[in-house]
């Protein structure tokens, strides 16, 4: 372990301060030395589950593509997936999964259907995003209302609370500035978002980590609740580990996080993201098991929640290509060595599924606690689109 001191002079060495403090990484650098216990490596013999969740900004109209160009992201993804990528299983015998969240704001119907019908052959699964800016709570709420049922009803995705019934969606916000977080107001506009999003069916949001951005949280390397406190933003800079009380707190969202750590060796900052100039690998496998994000009561559960912008050329070159095949054999080399080392590929409902079921001490299989509260959205007719 590196003493505090040292890695806060190698921070400063290599970034300087007011480059740190523009990226937002001054505010995580004390609760980092914190943590500084609970970061470990895998020891040898130890019983480890790799929970692996990739949350994809998915936005085809990303810098103002021709609509031929949008379409063709799409395609992409929906023709080389399954292709690419099916052959690969996981410690329970399924293949690998991708959450999209799609945009609200990007809304096109073409687009999502032909997501879903990838969905539908078991490869992933659709969620939430959103990018706005002088919001309000409001036009919000309408917003998200309307978005949810047309996902649900149009194209039979999003999931549904096991007991009610009803429909529920994860979110990611777009440019980071959750619950109005950017420090110039941008990009947002509603103090009280937590609250907005939970009353509107949000089971978890999955923005974090944000850095480099300025919007990255003092909070790290956690599952947490945050309770909304609308007379000011970014109510979720802080809150309360999940597993760690005796109730869950009311009138909180939970925010499941990524990892967020010091890559030592390639001198940079590690923050869970994969994309052209960071492809995915088992050196930064080990960082993310390092991280140790997990709930009390399932300590070998460990939540590895990736994100990356999935559409542009660029990133699909990786996401789509040699370097995670690489990936995927990697994972399958290690369990097949180690019989301790166990690798699972999960959506971000059956993220939160899991950490709900540790949280609640769940003891069992992985496998059997995937639908633990969530179940997937079938009741819907799905819009057939021609892609």
């Not at 403090?21 to 020891?43: E, F, H």
Request: net charge positive; proline share 5%.
């Amino acid at each position: 372990m590196i003493p505090g001191m040292a890695i806060i002079a190698m921070l400063v060495a290599g970034w300087g301060w007011n480059k740190l403090r523009r990226r937002g990484l001054t505010r995580c650098v004390v609760p980092y030395l914190l943590q500084s216990q609970r970061r470990r490596t895998v020891r040898v013999g130890e019983e480890v589950h790799a929970l692996l969740c990739i949350a994809d900004h998915f936005e085809p109209q990303w810098a103002g593509p021709s609509a031929a160009c949008a379409q063709d992201r799409v395609n992409r993804w929906v023709r080389e997936y399954s292709q690419l990528f099916g052959e690969f299983r996981d410690s329970d015998g399924r293949p690998p999964r991708h959450t999209f969240f799609f945009p609200a704001d990007q809304y096109e119907s073409r687009h999502v259907e032909a997501l879903a019908g990838l969905c539908r052959q078991g490869f992933g699964e659709v969620e939430v995003h959103l990018h706005h800016d002088g919001d309000t709570a409001d036009h919000l709420r309408r917003t998200l209302e309307q978005y949810k049922s047309l996902l649900a009803e149009r194209h039979g995705l999003l999931s549904r609370r096991r007991k009610s019934g009803d429909i529920v969606f994860g979110f990611i916000h777009g440019d980071w500035a959750l619950d109005n977080s950017r420090a110039d107001g941008r990009h947002c506009g509603v103090n009280n978002e937590l609250d907005v999003l939970r009353e509107t069916g949000c089971y978890a949001d999955f923005t974090l980590p944000s850095a480099p951005s300025s919007t990255q949280t003092k909070k790290i390397n956690a599952i947490y609740y945050a309770k909304d406190d609308p007379a000011r933003p970014k109510s979720h800079d802080w809150g309360t580990d999940i597993g760690t009380g005796s109730v869950v707190p009311p009138d909180c969202l939970m925010l499941i996080q990524g990892p967020l750590l010091l890559d030592v060796g390639r001198r940079r900052i590690e923050n869970g993201c994969i994309q052209a100039s960071q492809p995915a690998d088992m050196h930064r496998l080990d960082l993310w098991l390092k991280a140790n994000v997990h709930v009390p009561y399932r300590p070998d559960w460990r939540f590895i929640k990736l994100h990356t912008h999935g559409a542009p050329e660029a990133n699909q070159k990786i996401l789509l290509g040699q370097s995670m095949l690489d990936f995927h054999r990697g994972l399958q080399q290690r369990a097949a060595a180690n019989r301790h080392f166990h690798f699972h590929y999960v959506t971000a409902r059956e993220m939160f599924n899991l950490a709900k079921a540790a949280e609640a001490g769940y003891a069992g299989r992985v496998a059997e606690a995937l639908d633990y509260e969530l179940i997937p959205n079938i009741s819907a007719r799905p819009l057939a689109v021609a892609v």
